[in-house]
């Protein structure tokens, strides 16, 4: 029992920790597009746009198993298989007894 709360938080501090990566890049990003790019030389700006492209086009964060990344998203559709799983179990145990 001890050990199945230890485990339960311990998944929820992971959950916690990528949200938070998650969150800070998406920080950085917004940061990286509020940058005056004329301001700087031709192959500044072309380091900044080959970030905000390598940014853009994957997911950057805690990666579970190369399956899925962690984020807010995520959190909730796992949240909304429980529930519906939840549910079914409730209605096939109320049909049978």
């Keep these: 029992m001890i050990l199945s709360i230890f485990n339960g938080l311990n998944l929820v501090h992971i959950f916690q ?6 969150l800070l890049i998406s920080k950085i990003r ?3 597009y ?8 031709i192959e500044i700006a072309s380091k900044i746009n080959l970030v905000l492209n390598r940014i853009n086009s994957g997911t950057i964060g805690i990666s579970i ?3 899925a990344v962690i984020s807010p998203m995520l959190f909730v559709e796992i949240l909304g298989i429980m529930l519906t799983y939840a549910i079914v179990v409730l209605q096939t145990k109320k049909e049978t007894t």
Aim: no cysteine; proline share 5%; net charge neutral.
């Design 17 to 22: 920790s990528g949200i938070k990566v998650h």
């Design 30 to 32: 917004d940061r990286i």
């Design 34 to 41: 509020n940058i005056n790019v004329p301001e700087y030389s």
């Design 65 to 67: 198993g190369g399956i």
